[in-house]
């Protein structure tokens, strides 16, 4: 936590969107409606708002069907819809991906996914995400901390994620993420870094 505090502390106090030092607050609600024991739908929308929290930038909307094969490995086909803010334009990307889930007990987690990105205004590609995660589960709120690498067709790794925070349950309905996220980006032709801080809030049916 100190060196969080100290990351944001040290940056400066204005920042394009995703360029270096840039502070940015990610919003994000999703629903969980549960249909039996092996299968739920995942709905979700997320908005992003960066140059130190001035400007929204980023929205999407996504859909997962997420199917357990086994108490340890799970499939999500799912389709998600992203508008980007690009040269002072909003500008549609189109996104079918699929999900590949192992898990080590309730408490470690690796997701694979893969999707096929199509831009409007832009080139297609492919990219892979591979995320792992750890969450504690035997306090009152669960700390947990995660890794996330994004690999495209065109440029190879892309991003780095890492993120640390804490799940708060408020009930059996629903419970609220709060993390800070050290994000590294390639604009070419060179890497920037930005500080995030995010809440992400689950609801459950």
């Known amino acids: 936590m100190i060196r969080w505090l100290f990351l944001l502390c040290s940056a400066p106090v204005w920042a394009f969107v995703n360029q270096?030092?840039?502070?940015?607050?990610?919003?994000?609600?999703?629903?969980?409606k549960t249909f039996n024991s092996r299968?739920?739908?995942?709905l979700a929308n997320e908005w992003r708002i960066g140059d130190d929290i001035s400007k929204l930038y980023h929205v999407y909307l996504q859909g997962i069907l997420k199917v357990s094969l086994t108490d340890r490995i799970d499939i999500a086909p799912g389709y998600r819809q992203t508008w980007r803010l690009r040269?002072?334009?909003?500008r549609l990307d189109e996104e079918p991906l699929f999900e590949l889930f192992f898990h080590a007990g309730d408490q470690f987690q690796v997701r694979n996914r893969i999707s096929y990105v199509i831009r409007e205004a832009a080139m297609n590609f492919w990219q892979y995400r591979l995320r792992l995660r750890y969450i504690y589960t035997d306090w009152k709120v669960h700390p947990f901390v995660s890794n996330e690498i994004f690999v495209i067709s065109r440029d190879g790794f892309s991003e780095n994620r890492t993120i640390a925070g804490v799940s708060v349950p408020l009930s059996c309905f629903s419970d609220w993420d709060f993390y800070a996220m050290l994000?590294?980006?390639?604009?070419?032709p060179?890497?920037?870094?930005?500080?995030?801080?995010?809440t992400?809030?689950?609801f459950y049916f």
């Open 183 to 188: 994000r590294f980006l390639k604009t070419d």
């Open 190 to 198: 060179s890497w920037t870094h930005q500080y995030i801080f995010g």
């Open 200 to 202: 992400h809030i689950h």
């Open 87 to 90: 040269q002072n334009q909003w």
């Open 39 to 42: 299968c739920a739908l995942h």
């Open 20 to 32: 270096n030092n840039d502070v940015q607050l990610w919003i994000t609600e999703s629903v969980v």
